[in-house]
């Protein structure tokens, strides 16, 4: 099944439910200032209100446009008014699109289904780079110094997700959240499971593993 994932900056993407429609996932989530929480699958959109509590939404706008994650998201201004000035610098800041809010799952759903195509197009030719390891989204294939790594689609996910966040110290719980498996618990020891896999796999392809151990902390991927 395909997965769309939906930032929000309103507190709309934590009150909102996976949905499912003719064969694609719908993921809902909040974003912050700091980017994305949590994988961003499949096509990508975000919903930035005009007014935040800690910083200007066209500001956050122009921080996704310089962020890997996001870049090619398709980034939506929710505007407080129809003003002119203010559209013409929701497009200047890199919004792809505006809406006058407040939004609702309706109106957020709408959007997103009205223009997915163009946008998974787009996510299909995403290809991460990061020294060595090369992840294509469209393929969902990892590669190290060119070796295809034999991973599964847990791991393959857990790989995009750390080489998303390098020298950044992830916690157990911090790597639940961001690869979306909270809907059911599941106890922290299993990212040990998870990681052990993944480190394995780099090894078969002569890789030393760039995953480092954070004693009682967690992991971090180490980029050159």
């Known amino acids: 099944m395909e997965t769309v994932t939906i930032f ?3 507190e709309l993407g934590e009150m909102l439910e996976t949905f499912e429609h003719e064969g ?18 499949g096509a990508v959109w975000v919903f930035i209100d005009w007014v935040l509590p800690t910083m200007a939404g066209l500001e956050l706008c122009r921080r996704l446009r310089a962020d890997p994650r996001l870049q090619d998201a398709h980034v939506t201004m929710v505007l407080e008014s129809g003003e002119a000035e203010d559209r013409r610098r929701a497009l200047q800041a890199g919004a792809d ?7 609702d799952r309706r109106s957020v759903l709408d959007r ?15 290809v991460l780079d990061l020294g060595p390891l090369t992840i294509d989204l469209g393929a969902l294939q990892a590669r190290w110094e060119g ?14 997700f750390l080489a998303e966040n390098p020298n950044r110290v992830l916690t157990r719980q911090a790597l639940i959240a961001g690869l979306g498996k909270q809907d059911s618990p ?24 760039p995953l480092r151990t954070v004693r009682s902390v967690g992991y971090v ?3 050159a």
């Open 221 to 223: 991927y180490d980029a």
């Open 147 to 160: 070796e295809p790594l034999s991973l599964r689609p847990n791991e393959f996910r857990l790989l995009r």
């Open 24 to 41: 694609t996932r719908f993921v809902f989530a909040r974003l912050g200032a700091n980017g994305p929480d949590r994988l961003a699958e």
């Open 97 to 103: 699109d505006y809406l006058i809010g407040p939004l």
């Open 8 to 10: 929000l900056t309103a």
């Open 186 to 209: 599941i106890d922290e020891r299993t990212v040990d499971v998870w990681v052990g896999r993944l480190r394995r796999a780099l090894e078969a392809v002569g890789a030393e593993p």
């Open 112 to 126: 997103v289904l009205a223009l997915r195509s163009p946008l998974e197009q787009r996510q299909m030719a995403m």
